[in-house]
């Protein structure tokens, strides 16, 4: 039973998956995920809470590694409760349980029900662990960060530009799965006077080939090109260039050029745009 009367149970699985690293067998627990409970509360700070989709900061070719971070912390009733805001990652403190930071299968924490961004150095690269920072001293809280893209584009999808927008982020405990759910305040300003707004997300797979699926929002219906041009400014392919409701789009450069020929390998830059908002660009990188 947890610290705040919920009984719980576990399972116990073996697996002999990783045996040539650890020996012949290994037996895991897990545990359940009280989806059915209140949350606990939690607070949240988000940093940056306000930017312009016209700044140099969101609409440069290195905005897909910009991130958003959302500051964990635990009031005085969550902690009472047993549990308390470093990363399961953290050393054990007073018996309490800490906050679970995966990336997979059931991811925590979430933002609008996205997931962090996969660290991209340093030990956790790769882990399946988000991007995250500790703090577990008298006043404990925990970091994670968000790509920036991801969560503006899923506000402009939403038309929730040029206001402050409550947004839900979600987490669970190490042990017992126990749900916490704070909110953070983000204001995205589309910097136009007709308050049009596009967001384009980092492609996917980026370096690619052949083929890059490019996803788009638009606040506001209306007509989307998305062109890519080669590193000399040259027009290489127009991906689409038509009308379009609001929301999220999803388009696919298959690696060739106006003509239909295979484009070299090397960097491209993927431009969006529609009358009326601030064009988005990123950088796509052709393998061989």
């Avoid at 995920?33 to 930017?51: D, G, Q, R, V, W």
């Avoid at 929002?217 to 609001?246: C, M, S, W």
Wanted: with cysteine; proline share 7%.
């Amino acid at each position: 039973m947890t610290d705040d009367g919920i009984q719980w149970n576990s399972f116990v699985m073996v697996s002999n998956i990783f045996a040539s690293s650890f020996g012949p067998v290994n037996i895991w627990q897990g545990n359940l995920t009280y989806n059915c409970l209140p949350h606990l509360p939690m607070s949240i700070e988000i940093k940056p809470a306000t930017f312009n989709l016209g700044s140099a900061d969101n609409d440069s070719t290195s905005a897909s590694t910009s991130s958003l971070g959302a500051i964990m912390s635990f009031p005085p009733e969550t902690e009472a409760a047993g549990y308390r805001a470093c990363s399961d990652l953290s050393p054990p403190t007073q018996g309490k349980e800490h906050i679970k930071l995966r990336r997979s299968i059931i991811p925590s924490p979430t933002m609008m029900g996205l997931r962090g961004r996969d660290p991209h150095n340093g030990p956790w690269a790769g882990s399946g662990i988000p991007d995250f920072n500790d703090e577990c001293g008298a006043d404990p809280k925990t970091t994670v960060s968000w790509n920036r893209r991801d969560i503006v584009a899923r506000l402009v999808a939403l038309g929730l530009v040029d206001q402050q927008v409550t947004v839900p982020v979600e987490a669970y405990s190490a042990i017992t799965g126990r749900n916490f759910r704070g909110f953070g305040f983000i204001n995205v300003q589309s910097n136009s006077l007709a308050g049009k707004a596009i967001a384009l997300e980092q492609n996917s797979p980026n370096p690619f080939n052949p083929r890059t699926k490019i996803t788009f929002a638009v606040n506001k219906p209306g007509n989307v090109d998305v062109r890519v041009f080669n590193v000399r400014g040259e027009l290489v392919r127009t991906i689409t260039n038509e009308h379009y409701a609001q929301g999220s789009h999803t388009v696919t450069w298959d690696g060739t050029t106006r003509t239909g020929q295979r484009a070299s390998s090397g960097v491209y830059y993927v431009r969006a745009n529609t009358p009326g908002a601030t064009p988005q660009v990123i950088k796509a990188v052709l393998a061989e």
